[in-house]
């Protein structure tokens, strides 16, 4: 493979990948990840601890109930953008975690994040991008009434939803969706997709070639 960069793989150097998940309201990318972990003993992965920027949201319950550590670090108590994601850091370091997954993660990281942890953050997006990024992209795709929006996986970089492209499922949209029904089935989607792809960074298959992200076969 010409000039390709590849994550190592954790199944030599260590039995589990250690991440951290990173949310901020209800969690169910979290709870896919941890349903996922539990039924697959060749998973690869382990969650050492969800950091949430919020008191009080769901996912921290789910995280409770499934014994996992949580931390909260809020955006007020810190200075500016690089104070905030060094600290989340600081606390992914804390629990030895390898990778960060943002999972409904609403706040913007630094470029202290990807220094730290580098092709090593993973997020989530409700949409095929690069249409529709930010935080509305639901909303936006019906606004635009596009016949078709999706998921997108991809590692984090400089830029907001905008890092390579780890994958991709198109979702229609039907003439009577609201924001809530699409969003649902677009989350059926998200519950399989992001937990697929944790799964392979773990494994060490996923190999980012310039921009294009190429997955190594089992
Ligand atoms: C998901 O739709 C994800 O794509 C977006 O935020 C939402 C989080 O949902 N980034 P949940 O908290 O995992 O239920």
Known sequence: MPDAW?????????????????ISGSGSNLQALIDAI????????????VISDRAGVKGLARADAAGIPTEIIRWSDHSDRSAFTNAVCDVADRYQAEAMILAGFMRILSADAIERFPHRILNIHPAILPAFPGAHAVEQALEHAVKVTGVTVHFVDEHVDHGPIVSQEAVNVFPDDDASSLHARLQEVEHRLYPAAVRALAHGRLYIDDRKVRWQSE
């Open 38 to 49: 539990d039924a697959d003993p060749d998973f690869g992965a382990a969650i050492a601890v």
């Open 6 to 22: 590849s994550l190592p793989s954790h199944a030599v150097s260590s039995p589990l990948l250690r991440i951290a998940v990173l």
